[in-house]
């Protein structure tokens, strides 16, 4: 930084002395000017000798020399007068000395300019040849001092784009447009030429035998199964898509429309279902549009399984939706509670089977054929408990009830032996049929071949071990019982006590089950509170509907779906229909909102029936359906005034 200052100071100096030369330049051009003016008033005597005294200072300055001959006084005084005329800062040399070129070429066109105006005379002692010169001002600018910036070293503007036109912008970006464009449906062009000349290389003809292979693959199978069901799904949809709502028209207008039981599919299979009968039907908790239906074997079809279970869909009517086998008849069958993938059988041989709808169509697990199970057909399984912790309970005929843990088939849990004392031959009861009330685990109640129903624990407890109650019989039906339902936990009124049993004596029969805190302490006969003798055949299912307090269905041999309401009436069913072809109906089922129910016929048809607003319950239904058991318990107490 120092020794840059020192170079800006030198330059400073050297452009004052430069700016000085300049002035007294100016200064002697016009003080000589006035001398020429003064001279040309003097005598001609006086002019020759300042002429040469001129003459001879310009030649002395030319060869770097003073003159130093004497001159005349008047030659004095003119030299005296053109040295004086000169400033006292003019840098003349002194001979011998160096002489600066830029001092000595000014001073060489102020003394031409000064001797223009004088006659060149010859002199005796020098011989100068001269010429003349044009002179030249010079105005030399002072140098420009620049100072650069570290941050910025541009000036404004200096980096700004041209300003263009708005059309040219437009043209621009529409030429930009217009290539892209060009360059996409180039593309296009090139992907859709690929694509149509690998799918004509693709596309050939298989051979007969590439086809064959191709559909009996599994995957191909699959496929085929899978892809079908959803169309059928789709078209099986009956809503009526062209209904118009503005005309106002109602169907069922007229009076009799609340008691109307409506038909709404039925299930067949030619391959699955000929020759075989429903055993059972039960409603998917899970998906309500599901119903499964067991059947036992096909003495026509000896090469297939003994035992099928079939899952249907009321969106897929012409085929069922799940195909489950069995090596022997399916007696009893319901979808778990729990889990809504898995499918319960019970079968002829004592089996118990598990199957899964993500699975195949064997079981994915079964009980041994062993002591430690069952040896004898199941006619009756039931789930109690809760989610977290829950069991299947199922009972054959041998008197044996088993609880299983549906991931552990390989031995029961518990095991109990239901004996009774009373019986003639053996000690064992024949169990057709159990029931659980609601939120109860451990106390049950089973109805038997000879026609009684037992209540019986699982469990030792207070006051009762485990077993059958001794000393309690409902006795009242004189065959078979084939049916047993307790009255389900919903509503302003418990009437969980409550429960229906059907027999092949013809009759449905109504019962309170006697508290199991209040045992009895010697043998008792408990009869029913009401007794149903409509029906003109083996009853073989009754039902009580899960939405509506006073309604139950019965089914029977001839064919006759009866829907009763205690509030109603108890000596008529409220609505009879005649299902099928009038077989026998062996089973019954509610689904879970109550609407609609499944019938099991003995010719391999599952109907579906829908009753309508009979499901809806009164507010005072409870009250009613309170009020009319309670005249019956008091003519069961009081029958000589009944």
Known sequence: ???????????????????????????????????????????????VGRDRKAIDDLVALVLGERSGTPASDRGSDAGSDFSSSRPASANYSSPGTPVNTS????????????????????????????????????????LEHVVYSKEIQTTDGSLEAPEISEEEIRKQIMEEFEAREKQK???LEEEIRKAEQEKHEEIRELTEDESKVIQKSQEFVEFIDSSTKIVERALNEKYDFMKDYTLGIDIENDENSGKRVKFVCEFWDEKWCKNRSVTDVNWS?????????????????????????????????????????????????????????????????GQIVLWDTRAKSLPVLKTPLSAGG??????????????????????????FVCSWQLDMLAQPQDYLELLHPAHNKTDEVSVTCIG????????????????NV???NRYDRAGSKAGINQYDTYRGHHGMVTGL??????????????????????????????????????????????????????????????????????????????????????????????????????????????????????????????????????????????????????????????
């Open 436 to 451: 659980f009330p609601d939120n109860e685990t451990t106390a049950f109640w089973s109805g038997t071949e000879e026609g």
């Open 103 to 142: 001092e000595a070429r000014l001073s060489m066109i102020s003394n031409s300019s000064q001797t223009a105006t004088t006659v060149q005379t010859s002199t005796p002692h020098y011989v100068a040849e001269l010429t003349e010169a044009q002179a030249f001002v010079a105005d030399i600018p002072p």
């Open 374 to 399: 069952h040896t004898h057909p199941v006619y009756s399984i039931e789930m109690v408990g809760t989610q977290n912790a829950h069991n299947l309970i199922s009972a054959s005929t041998d008197g």
């Open 485 to 642: 339902n307790f009255h389900p936990l919903h509503g302003p009124v418990d009437f969980s006590d409550l429960y229906l049993t059907s027999s092949v004596d013809w009759t449905v029969k109504l019962w309170r089950a006697k508290s199991i805190s209040k045992t009895s302490t010697q043998p008792a006969h408990i009869s029913p509170l009401y007794s149903f003798e409509h029906a003109d055949d083996y009853v073989y299912d009754v039902k009580w509907s899960p939405s509506h307090p006073a309604l139950f269905g019965t089914v029977d041999g001839t064919g006759q779906f009866d829907l009763w309401n205690l509030n109603a009436d108890t000596e008529e069913p409220f609505v009879s229909t005649q299902v099928g072809s009038g077989r026998a109906l062996n089973k019954l089922a509610w689904d879970k909102e109550g609407k609609r129910t499944a019938i099991g016929s003995s010719d391999g048809r599952t109907y579906i029936y829908d009753v309508g607003e009979m499901a809806n319950p009164k507010p005072e239904d409870w009250s009613l359906l309170q009020k009319n058991i309670s005249e019956m318990i008091s003519n069961q107490e009081n029958p000589a005034t009944k």
């Open 454 to 456: 037992y209540q019986a």
């Open 1 to 47: 930084m120092d020794r840059r200052k020192e170079e800006l100071e030198k330059k400073r100096q050297k452009l004052a002395e430069l700016r000085r030369a300049r002035e007294e330049r100016k200064a002697l051009l016009e003080s000589q000017s006035a001398q020429s003016a003064s001279t040309a008033t003097t005598g001609s005597s006086g002019n």
């Open 285 to 349: 908790v899970k998906y309500p549009e599901l119903v499964v239906s067991s059947y036992n074997k096909n003495p026509l079809a000896p090469n297939e399984p003994d035992g099928v279970a079939l899952v249907w869909n009321l969106h897929l009517l012409d085929r069922p939706e799940f195909v489950f086998h069995s090596q022997s008849d399916v007696l009893s069958v319901m979808f778990s509670k729990f889990h809504p993938n898995y499918v319960i059988g019970g079968t002829y041989s």
């Open 185 to 187: 449906m180039a593309q």
